[in-house]
């Protein structure tokens, strides 16, 4: 659940992929009205397109913090869902 949960949060290469148009060059197009941004896309965008490394660094840190505390609320929580045998 947690390894899904981080690709949940990463994915980048499917909509990267899909909504690429080739006449931009080397801007990332998101789809229509922005259909297919994700937070990575945007990270990137923010990082290697606008050249704005410092907001893009701190999107990277906002999502390990982000995926830290939901990956520890799930640990957390697995007392209550997760069935250990008493032997």
Do not use: C, E, H
């Amino acid at each position: 659940m947690i390894v899904l949960l981080i690709a949940f949060l990463q994915v980048f290469t499917q909509p990267f992929v899909l909504s690429k148009d080739p006449g931009l060059g080397t801007q990332t197009a998101t789809g229509p009205g922005d259909s297919m941004l994700s937070y990575s896309i945007y990270l990137f965008q923010n990082g290697f397109t606008f050249l704005k490394m410092g907001y893009a660094s701190a999107m990277a840190w906002v999502l390990l913090f982000v995926t830290l505390a939901i990956t520890l609320l799930i640990l957390w929580s697995a007392k209550k869902w997760v069935f250990y045998d008493n032997r």
